[in-house]
């Protein structure tokens, strides 16, 4: 079977596509035929060395993907041939905070990830996906669509005539939006766009903030809640953008930190949270648990991901500059099957 | 009656005793005489003009004292006179999330706060104290030992067998200590002085690093964990601490950032935060229901505040530059009366 | 001014209109000019004496009613007149867990309550509502709803994807029924009425059980969720229904406790609730920062609470009979100004 | 290997002593060569066939042991021979909600139990067990401590100050006893011994009521309490005691339904848990991760376990006749090893 690797060393260049014998399941685990991939920034960053430099090689990179059960290893139990699967993100967290294993059990590094036309997994690292969804639109959920989950239902208590803000058309952002909503939130959105802008609004936006014209967005932010604030930030955007989190966020509210964006030093003021008692909420994607919540909600809204583009698994390194590129709004996915 | 001012501008010079007539209590409030006041840190930084630079004056600081209710306002009910209580660090923030109204409406600054000898306080602005504890003693209770509880109690969620790391041996660091073995916890403490060192440990620090020798002091408090990291930390110590209790604390762990020391950019990557889903809690002192609770708690336990040294009122001035010294272990407390 | 007064004994026949002298707000009060009123089972109760028999008489009834302020008393804050406010069932719980005192403050009984033209409250005991209801809309709010909000979103951290059952079309469950939809949750109604069940689809209900035909309905709603059981009941039917509620609801699951109706002994085992770790929370209607969060989340989604039918002042006791009725499908109100 | 088996009917007489082969790990399996067993009052209930009438036969009987494990099965990780373990009560319920698969997991029914020479378990249904223990000591943990963790910790957000009132000397009274006064609570204790009474005196209890003499015992410890009531009932008593218990729990506290022995139907009424607003929460054991957390507070503290007598293994019988004779205070253990 073939599979992508980040062979020699860290870049696009030397992410290539190989030919690897078919991985046979352990005890416990299963083997999945895998039909669609979806790409995070963090696979970009994780190719390009970014994310973790002493990342062995070589390594499957992808954190998500969605196949179907080929094969069972020895003592796995509720789980069949032909049952479609996404790959958990976090392989061993199932339920609860995270432990130090839990948070090392990552696909796509340093697990292999799911850029391969077969993978093997535990049995608990792999949950169903909703029916509604295509294999692509499907492959969106394990990682972007759980981390907003996590961050506005499991930790964040997110609630009808609640307002939050997100920043931006990226995975976690859209996601952070189609799950408000479905709560009876409100969310106002920033963005550098007025073509995003429209998207936004379409997908279900309160209100839609150009950061290019009003650079003290989070300020903005506040006025449209009649100076109260907001109670909830999606914090994707890394150095910078915290001082108006902060400025948009209402006092005792949360901002919640997401993914590998926010990383880099930044002269930063904590004071504002402590004089409001906000809570800043790391937010590292999810557990099991919260996938299966998940699965349910979006299953009865029959929510359909944004999924921007689809390439081919030949186009896997196109797919990534794609990414790079910025130019998405939603998903950028690759599909492995006809 | 006679009452301290920050008259014409900032300083410690500008920090007179005054003549002021006598206040009476509007409908709803009550006058308290005042018999004891404790100094934070805070109060310091008002009396500077460090605090809030834009503060109009005069204003009498200090936001803690403890009095008896000598005068009831109409429409009074629960009080009356003779009942010892103390002024709320927060006058209108009873319980619940903190509304932008009830984080303004703290004593010392911007309302009048404590260091004159009759103050009119709100009802709902004045609780009772532990009847064990002398007026100096229940003095220290309503900014750092209430910002303490907040903190690992009513926000934190303490537990038996947690560890706890505190920073120090100010006023909440000591009470965090307190409050942390009274729920079984372990605690870790910081600190720059081999004398304090000891105090702490008699207090009932389980393990004591001295961060002179020890610069690396998060790092030394996980491996005391057994690699997995302290469940919180009382972050106090501002600028440069706080990249140290990020190694600290452990995945899914808490940190809480406390009062104005923790001000000050800081060239700080929050990306260890959401790597290990950290959530750091801004504390704000904190609400009427956890004085209460506390109070309780204190009873029962018999606790007695570690007061460092007492002044007299005339001897205000002093008292400031002793908390200024940085020199005293324990609360600084100012007797009002014989 | 005129108000009804429960007089000389219990039962509607002792419900008199009287003549009262306008009263006066005294310190930290508000005259109300009250413009409409809602009904709720537990003032029939209370007319009837079946509530509190030892209530003592005379006594306005009536928990639920919104007016406009005309009068302040001296000391009050944040409040003007002409401003348009609910008072709120329990005059002295503002956030957080009730104190014993805050249990004993409810309107129409033990304290007077808002079928008088004119009333005064406490300012902390009367609430802005939501601008697009009508004043008789608006008085459907302070007891019947914020039961079902207290219920499903303080204390019940309902989330989309859940499924709730709700229990006939009394005020409660119709709000809950509401409330459930705005949070993207599922909605099992029961009813004993094919007219009702109509209704209840029309208002967002998922699935409704006629438990006429199907007595096991408990049993019939775990069916409806693939076996799981619903995450949560709205248990307001009183004896018999306990047993059915407790096969309906999920391992780990919620049944909230609500209102008067609950009442009487039982032939019951608790059994099945510590055999699946489930939850009973009795449910007190609420306190105020639970009102004002329903209020912004009504706002949001301009929701318009389901009123049966308005009588005038005059025609008061028949209101109290409709309700006895039980034909009602939404809330009963009295509309005291032209 | 010799096991005990309920075998082919219910009922102590059925209780036989069994050659049984070797069991051999699977998959995901450790093999624990058994050294001690506790047991609780529902093992008796089990082997009387009073817990299950359904139960298939023929049952190796006892939910808790301890022992060590001496073969791994394909794909264990993280454990090794030699790892002295406990079995835990739920198999598969590692964290959060139990789910129903999670509570059919429980070993001594439906799953073969403890009390055999060897067992055969799924790696993630052991757990490592206090050091300072010894193995009877240790054996006692799995049900009736985690049963008292859960409801005081877990669910039951215990903190320093609360007052928790416990009811009897049985295994899960006695470790809510200890665990209270770990977190800094006081504890109310009733008993119908005074020979108990001192008992529950030595180990901790702030007072103590003879139930004897005081049938409105539940009265009585709100009259300690001054009238508020307690924070937290952990109601093991079963039909008649709930009455007494909504009688002693303060607004808005939690009455833990705990165990077995609250079942059989009740003439009871739930008003008095809705008009003030009380949480009933049924508690089934715990989960691992409680398990694990429950493990770290008692090896901080050094509690020891009260047992009160040990048996030998082929004194079976008259361990379960002891635990019958309810003349026990602590727990009953069987030893089987030297």
């Not at 669509?145 to 939050?164: E, I, K, M, P």
């Amino acid at each position: 079977m073939q599979a992508y690797e980040i062979r020699d060393g860290f870049g696009l260049d030397e992410l290539v596509c190989v030919e690897r014998p078919q991985p046979e399941p352990g005890p416990g685990q299963v083997r999945v035929r895998v039909s669609a991939v979806s790409l995070n920034y963090r696979d970009l960053m994780m190719v390009r060395g970014e994310y973790n430099p002493r990342q062995p090689l070589p390594l499957v990179p992808c954190s998500d993907g969605v196949g179907t059960i080929e094969a069972l290893g020895p003592g796995v139990q509720g789980l069949k041939e032909g049952d479609r699967v996404a790959g958990l993100f976090a392989q061993r967290w199932l339920d609860g905070p995270p432990t130090a294993d839990a948070l090392r059990s990552t696909l796509g590094g340093p697990i292999d990830g799911m850029l391969a036309q077969q993978v093997v997994l535990d049995a608990h690292g792999v949950a169903p996906v909703p029916e509604h969804l295509d294999d692509v639109e499907a492959a969106t959920l394990p990682c972007a669509a759980l981390t907003a989950w996590s961050a506005l239902v499991t930790l964040g208590n997110l609630h009808a005539g609640d307002v939050v803000l997100v920043q931006g058309s990226g995975g976690v952002s859209t996601f952070a939006l189609d799950f408000a909503c479905m709560h009876g939130a409100r969310v106002i959105a920033t963005t550098g766009s007025a073509h995003k802008a429209q998207g936004l609004r379409q997908r279900g936006a309160w209100q839609v903030i150009d950061h290019r014209n009003v650079p003290q967005w989070g300020k903005a932010a506040r006025v449209l809640t009649g100076g109260e604030g907001v109670d909830h930030v999606v914090e994707v955007g890394g150095v910078g953008t915290m001082a108006q989190s902060l400025r948009a966020v209402r006092p005792g509210g949360t901002i919640s930190l997401i993914g590998v964006l926010a990383g880099g030093n930044a002269d930063l003021s904590l004071t504002p949270a402590l004089m409001t008692q906000v809570r800043i909420q790391g937010v590292f994607v999810g557990h099991r648990a919260s996938f299966l919540a998940m699965g349910k909600a979006i299953t009865q809204h029959g929510l359909r991901p944004m999924v921007d583009r689809t390439f081919s698994f030949g186009e896997a390194r196109a797919a990534f500059e794609h990414v790079a590129s910025g130019a998405h709004q939603g998903k950028v996915c690759i599909r492995l099957t006809e």
